[in-house]
């Protein structure tokens, strides 16, 4: 979306320098023309990055399970079983994963009806964010409580709405209504407080900690209040100190973030009624830790079951996931970059065309 705006700027400015000259020889429809193209391009693009592949996609990922293993005997004409050369019977594979293809979970969510369907639950996902940004920011109005600790305590506080919007996108699009959705408050925070308050904190971690460290190496930051010519240009050192400090970050992220969100969104997911189906396979017993209500269990799962009962193939899976998402946007994004040079030139070459 800055990228939009950026070549708005640069577009506009350079329209600007060819007004007062009383010539206008198109330009004017030529820039608006840019425009309207640089928005039909960037906006599906940018959401379909930041939300969709951004929360709905790596949600699901953390919801499924593998399809348990099962025996599926061929059989020979008389109905027995047909075994190998060394006597045994043949166990298939189970089927691969939905999370671990792209292409496969696009079709999962475009089966349920168009394209569109890829925004389920976007409106929400704002409407979530919005109320914890507000939530904390009238957290951090109390005396000593910092910003980042106020953030951590608004995501406990909004559980409720965070919960509900898991149980949205998890599941096939329903009569039922998104407030209908959220479970017992009681029941959301038993469950939840615990994951929540780790994953807001490993977030906070995942910027805090390589900012403090910006300041031990002494990196240089450029100050956006200072005008351009004059801030101190930037050196190969601070360069490099900047790429080494935004590995840490994406290394916290690794490290912190996604296992603290896979964890939370399946401790969200063992909140789910028993009437709901979800879209990917989901062990709601957790391998047997997990017992309902009924038979005297808490009804959800814990931080610690969530944990064990994603294996390494779940892992790899999750991680492969992101490294697929993070090479989409790199390679959408320099598409769109190379959309903007291209405007830049043209509108440069026409305006210099009728100076």
């Given at each position: 979306?800055?990228?939009?705006l950026?070549?708005?700027?640069?577009?506009?400015?350079?329209?600007?320098?060819?007004?007062?000259?009383?010539?206008?020889?198109?330009?004017?429809?030529?820039?608006?023309?840019?425009?309207?193209?640089d928005?039909?391009?960037?906006?599906?693009?940018?959401?379909?990055i930041?939300?969709?592949?951004?929360?709905?996609?790596?949600?699901l990922?953390?919801?499924?399970?593998?399809?348990?293993?099962?025996?599926?005997?061929?059989?020979?004409?008389?109905?027995?079983?047909?075994?190998?050369?060394?006597?045994?019977?043949?166990?298939?594979?189970?089927?691969?994963?939905?999370?671990?293809?792209?292409?496969v979970?696009?079709?999962?969510?475009?089966?349920?009806?168009?394209?569109?369907?890829?925004?389920?639950?976007?409106?929400?996902?704002?409407?979530?964010?919005?109320?914890?940004?507000?939530?904390?920011?009238?957290?951090?109005?109390?005396?000593?409580?910092?910003?980042?600790?106020?953030?951590?305590?608004?995501?406990?506080?909004?559980?409720?709405?965070?919960?509900?919007?898991?149980?949205?996108?998890?599941?096939?699009?329903?009569?039922?209504?998104?407030?209908?959705?959220?479970?017992?408050?009681?029941?959301?925070?038993?469950?939840?407080?615990?994951?929540?308050?780790?994953?807001?904190?490993?977030?906070?971690?995942?910027?805090?900690?390589p900012l403090?460290?910006?300041?031990?190496?002494?990196?240089?930051?450029?100050?956006?209040?200072?005008?351009?010519?004059?801030?101190?240009?930037?050196?190969?050192?601070?360069?490099?100190?900047?790429?080494?400090?935004?590995?840490?970050?994406?290394?916290?992220?690794?490290?912190?973030?996604?296992?603290?969100?896979?964890?939370?969104?399946?401790?969200?997911?063992?909140?789910?009624?028993?009437?709901?189906?979800?879209?990917?396979?989901?062990?709601?017993?957790?391998?047997?830790?997990?017992?309902?209500?009924?038979?005297?269990?808490?009804?959800?799962?814990?931080?610690?079951?969530a944990?064990?009962?994603?294996?390494?193939?779940?892992?790899?899976?999750?991680?492969?996931?992101?490294?697929?998402?993070?090479?989409?946007?790199?390679?959408?994004?320099?598409?769109?970059?190379?959309?903007?040079?291209?405007?830049?030139?043209?509108?440069?070459?026409?305006?210099?065309?009728?100076?």
């Amino acid at each position: 979306m800055s990228s939009g705006l950026a070549i708005g700027h640069s577009l506009a400015k350079r329209f600007i320098e060819v007004q007062p000259r009383g010539k206008d020889d198109g330009a004017t429809a030529l820039l608006l023309a840019f425009l309207l193209i640089d928005f039909i391009l960037f906006v599906p693009v940018a959401f379909l990055i930041s939300y969709t592949l951004g929360f709905f996609y790596p949600t699901l990922a953390a919801v499924e399970d593998p399809l348990p293993a099962y025996d599926a005997l061929s059989v020979n004409e008389d109905g027995t079983p047909t075994k190998d050369d060394n006597g045994r019977l043949p166990t298939a594979q189970p089927g691969k994963p939905v999370t671990g293809s792209l292409r496969v979970t696009y079709r999962l969510i475009r089966s349920l009806g168009s394209w569109r369907i890829n925004f389920h639950g976007f409106g929400y996902n704002m409407v979530v964010h919005g109320v914890w940004n507000l939530t904390a920011m009238f957290l951090s109005l109390a005396p000593f409580l910092p910003r980042s600790i106020a953030q951590v305590l608004a995501l406990v506080a909004i559980a409720p709405l965070h919960t509900a919007w898991t149980h949205w996108v998890i599941t096939p699009p329903g009569p039922r209504s998104f407030f209908s959705r959220i479970p017992p408050v009681r029941k959301v925070y038993l469950a939840t407080w615990f994951p929540s308050f780790l994953f807001g904190a490993a977030i906070q971690a995942s910027f805090i900690l390589p900012l403090l460290l910006a300041g031990v190496i002494g990196l240089r930051v450029p100050d956006m209040d200072t005008p351009p010519d004059r801030q101190t240009r930037l050196t190969v050192s601070d360069v490099a100190k900047g790429l080494c400090l935004l590995g840490v970050h994406l290394g916290l992220s690794a490290l912190l973030v996604t296992p603290a969100h896979v964890a939370l969104t399946r401790v969200q997911a063992s909140l789910l009624s028993a009437d709901e189906d979800t879209l990917v396979p989901f062990d709601r017993s957790f391998g047997g830790r997990v017992e309902p209500d009924v038979v005297n269990g808490k009804g959800f799962a814990t931080f610690g079951a969530a944990i064990k009962t994603v294996g390494l193939q779940s892992w790899v899976r999750i991680y492969l996931l992101d490294l697929k998402v993070a090479a989409v946007a790199a390679v959408a994004y320099s598409v769109l970059g190379a959309v903007i040079v291209g405007q830049v030139l043209l509108f440069l070459l026409f305006a210099k065309a009728h100076d």
